[in-house]
């Protein structure tokens, strides 16, 4: 309850300055008591939906309070920021004017606010406004297919030119619109990759959500098969549940969703592909997260059937994986795919330019291609969104990977 009380406090602060530039604008009763009226409503129903999970984890309509509260106070944000700026600048106006005149009188002291601060402060919180509801609107949906060509020294002669499908982080009980997810699918399949493989997050909680999209994801389709991994949302770690027993048929439950749709669940596994007599492998390991994450993801039980001098190809769901374990070692993996952090579903990315999101300060190994100690992981953005419902410059992502031998990586 404490918490809650000084979240509103400081939610109180943010629109007191924010109806400061409002309110030297617009001099309309009316419209104050509805910009009022829309903070009450908005604040309310995100407090309502926050506080009555009860314990089943985010769902669509709290995604939806939580998009609608980020898109009202982020905005509102940006406007008590240069508000409060120009406070600080009339704070010593006011008090020359006090002990200058110092005759007593009751008169303000503070200068009045330049229209053209509440002007500029309305004008720059319209940037993240609009951009947020383009975002629950239009961005979540935006599909990019991102291609890469990646060379390696070792790769098998048989292999030169193949081409690997990722996509991750799925989030099925977020999805609110039939004909884009079927659109995805298509697009998926449009790349004709010669495997397709899934790195995690199938569902938000529970293995329930992903039924009503069972016959859409199921339309994947690739010559050499589909392979996934579980991501940390896939456990079901983030609800309560009856039993134990409850939780684990949960689990059971989604594996066999995966299997029906045509996926080789890898559970601390590995599998390997042939071609005219030479192979890769490809190794699955469950979640393994730094911090507080899960970390059951066994690299030496999954590699157990493996050789030192296979290539190969590693699915672990958590970028930290990678850098906290993978690259060290003593195994040589030449390839790893990954997804969990969405790219925060926010940023800036213009290519061959700048590739910005806050997400950055959290992991190191945040979007794309990166590569150390002669190995590489790309980390895909996601093709589904939790939480906030959009994405703003951070779209969902298809990647396709060829495989060259060679050296020639650029």
Not at 120 to 142: D, E, Q, R, T
Not at 274 to 303: H, M, P, T, Y
Request: aromatic content about 14%.
């Amino acid at each position: 309850m404490l918490r809650w009380i000084i979240f509103i406090a400081v939610l109180g602060v943010i629109d007191f300055y924010a109806f400061q530039a409002m309110k030297a604008l617009i001099r309309s009763s009316w419209l104050h008591y509805l910009y009022f009226l829309i903070s009450v409503l908005v604040l309310g129903n995100f407090i309502y939906q926050l506080t009555h999970i009860n314990g089943n984890g985010l769902s669509i309509s709290t995604n939806i309070a939580i998009g609608l509260f980020l898109t009202l106070y982020l905005p509102k944000v940006v406007m008590m920021l240069i508000m409060f700026g120009e406070d600080i600048i009339r704070l010593p106006q006011a008090a020359y004017s006090f002990f200058a005149e110092n005759d007593g009188s009751k008169n303000n002291h503070f200068p009045s606010r330049r229209i053209f601060i509440s002007q500029m402060a309305i004008g720059l919180a319209a940037i993240p406004f609009v951009s947020l509801l383009y975002g629950m609107y239009k961005g979540k949906y935006n599909f990019k297919v991102l291609k890469y060509t990646l060379h390696f020294e070792d790769l098998p002669e048989a292999f030169d030119g193949y081409k690997i499908t990722q996509i991750s982080d799925i989030h099925s009980g977020s999805f609110d619109n039939k004909e884009k997810i079927e659109y995805a699918v298509d697009l998926v399949n449009e790349q004709q990759s010669d495997v397709i493989l899934f790195t995690g997050d199938m569902v938000n909680n529970k293995a329930e959500e992903m039924i009503p999209w069972k016959k859409t994801f199921g339309r994947l389709k690739a010559k050499d098969g589909l392979f996934s991994i579980l991501g940390n949302h896939d456990y079901g770690d983030y609800v309560r549940w009856k039993s134990d027993e409850e939780k684990k048929r949960n689990q059971n439950d989604l594996a066999e969703i995966q299997q029906e749709m045509g996926f080789d669940l890898l559970m601390n596994e590995s599998r390997f592909l042939e071609k005219n007599g030479q192979r890769i492998a490809i190794v699955g390991v469950e979640n393994w997260g730094n911090g507080s994450f899960k970390k059951a993801g066994d690299l030496k039980i999954a590699s157990q059937d493996i050789k030192s001098n296979d290539f190969k190809i590693l699915m672990t769901h958590d970028p930290t994986h990678w850098e906290e374990e993978v690259i060290k070692d003593d195994y040589h993996y030449h390839l790893t795919l990954s997804g969990h952090t969405h790219g925060m579903q926010f940023g800036i990315e213009i290519p061959g330019w700048i590739k910005w999101s806050p997400v950055k300060w959290r992991y190191k190994y945040w979007a794309g291609i990166y590569k150390e100690k002669g190995q590489y992981i790309n980390v895909n953005r996601g093709f589904g969104f939790l939480a906030y419902p959009g994405r703003v410059g951070i779209w969902p992502e298809i990647t396709v990977i060829e495989l060259k031998k060679g050296t020639n990586n650029t």
